[in-house]
């Protein structure tokens, strides 16, 4: 389990939706959560990395996280959100399908990844929670940042 998760008793997270699953990442770790705008295509960068954006004066890597996990891609629709997030000295943007929840979850209902064969995401797995017939992945923000 990550050593953020491990810190806390209770953890308040952010829960958003690609595709039909629902992922989640810790609340600290998000600055804002905006309407998709227009994003500067940059050359030469990996392909889930769609470009920049000036949000309030401040230059920001976008990713939709579709292509990151190699999910079937899809044109944006009126509940896609950028979700501003950022670690120590990084900050990005990330492309979901929507933004859907606030939720406070203790660390007892937090169970380690599941160890699960042929899966690309797993390595970008901290913990899943089972909330009521809610499955939420919560998603390790320092390894989908790694490579950028």
Partial sequence: MSEIIDAVEDL???????VDKEYAIPVHQVR???????????????????????????????IDLRSRFDLPVSEPTDSTRVIIAGLEDKEVGLIVD?????????????????E??????????????????RLLIILHLDKILQSI
Avoid: C, M, W
């Fill in 32 to 62: 804002s959560i905006e309407k998709l705008e227009h994003i500067t295509r940059v050359p030469r960068t990996a392909s889930y990395v769609k470009g920049v954006i000036n949000l309030r004066g401040v230059v920001t890597p976008i």
């Fill in 116 to 133: 699960v064969v042929g899966v690309v995401e797993a390595e970008y797995i901290g913990g899943v929670v089972k909330q009521n017939k």
């Fill in 98 to 114: 929507a933004a859907n929840d606030v939720l406070d979850v203790s660390r007892e209902s937090i169970e380690p990844s599941p």
């Fill in 12 to 18: 308040k997270l952010i829960v958003f939706q690609l």
